[in-house]
């Protein structure tokens, strides 16, 4: 009983890994092409630069800190529709914002904005500070 137990798993291994392998095999060439040409590098939106191009379904990120209980964030201004917008937040403390405690608010915003026309258009970023403009960035977008 001892030696079929031990052929049976020595089997059950020998036929997992050679399935394994037929499935590995299987992926042509022209799916791992099309894998790596769907991946596009992300244009990031930065205080330095303020015209950009771009094309269709492209990503332009803007990530900047805000601290929504002390009454910093920012906003966006642009032609909705040109663009679809995407947000997102990472906070600096997790645990804390789980708990809903102080502070557990504060992080960086990614506004992610995906062009969907060709056509040359401005996003505008308004920084604010207890509902007070602080800061405006323009950037100007030539969709190809």
Same mark, same amino acid.
């Given at each position: 009983?001892?030696?079929?137990?031990?052929?049976?798993?020595?089997?059950?291994?020998?036929?997992?890994?050679?399935?394994?392998?037929?499935?590995?095999?299987?992926?042509?060439?022209?799916?791992?092409?099309?894998?790596?040409?769907?991946?596009?590098?992300?244009?990031? &939106?930065?205080?330095?630069?303020?015209?950009?191009?771009?094309? &269709?379904?492209?990503?332009?990120?803007? =990530?900047?800190?805000?601290?929504?209980?002390?009454?910093?964030?920012?906003?966006?201004?642009?032609?909705?529709?040109? %663009?679809?917008?995407?947000?997102?937040?990472?906070?600096?403390?997790?645990?804390?914002?789980?708990?809903?405690?102080?502070?557990?608010?504060?992080?960086?915003?990614?506004?992610?904005?995906?062009?969907?026309? =060709?056509?040359?258009?401005?996003?505008?970023?308004?920084?604010? %500070?207890?509902?007070?403009? =602080?800061?405006? &960035?323009?950037?100007?977008?030539?969709?190809?």
């Amino acid at each position: 009983m001892k030696r079929f137990s031990i052929l049976s798993i020595v089997i059950y291994v020998a036929l997992f890994f050679t399935y394994s392998c037929k499935c590995a095999q299987n992926t042509t060439t022209m799916e791992k092409k099309e894998q790596t040409k769907t991946k596009k590098q992300p244009i990031i &939106l930065d205080d330095a630069t303020d015209e950009y191009s771009a094309t &269709l379904n492209d990503e332009l990120y803007y =990530t900047h800190e805000v601290h929504a209980s002390v009454g910093s964030s920012y906003y966006a201004e642009f032609d909705s529709s040109a %663009f679809l917008m995407r947000s997102a937040m990472k906070f600096n403390n997790p645990a804390s914002e789980r708990a809903i405690t102080c502070g557990g608010d504060r992080g960086k915003k990614t506004s992610i904005f995906i062009p969907q026309k =060709t056509g040359n258009y401005e996003i505008k970023i308004y920084h604010n %500070f207890r509902g007070e403009i =602080t800061d405006s &960035l323009t950037f100007k977008v030539n969709v190809k």
